[in-house]
Structures are given as structure tokens and as C-alpha cells.
């Protein structure tokens, strides 16, 4: 087998990974917006904020 030491580390693209959520959740709220209103953007808004809590709860 090869020796795998040589390898230089992984880049850290966590804040790539949020920024493209940012960006991705913006559009596809702009989306239901423009569809069904802004009520369905604030019960989406509040849906993956419940989501996101319970992954904090969950990881700590």
C-alpha cells in the first residue's frame, strides 16, 4: 500500500457551505414567495429554524 502521509490536509470549506446556503435558502424563499405568498415563506422560515435547532440539540 502507499504511504498516505504525503497527502497535504483537506481546505476547510465550512464558510463556503454557509454562504451557499445563505444564498440558496434566499432564493428558493423568494421562490414560495412569489408562488404562494408570505405567509408560506414565514411558516418555511420558521420550519428550518426548528430544524436547525433540534441539529444543535442533537450535536450538543
Do not use: E, K, Y
Request: charged share 15%.
Amino acid at each position: 500500500m502507499r504511504d498516505t502521509h504525503d497527502r497535504p490536509s483537506a481546505p476547510d470549506f465550512t464558510q463556503a457551505c454557509v454562504v451557499m446556503f445563505g444564498v440558496n435558502l434566499t432564493w428558493v424563499l423568494m421562490v414560495i414567495w412569489a408562488v404562494w405568498g408570505l405567509l408560506a415563506v414565514a411558516a418555511t422560515g420558521w420550519a428550518v429554524h426548528q430544524i436547525i435547532n433540534r441539529i444543535d440539540a442533537v450535536r450538543n
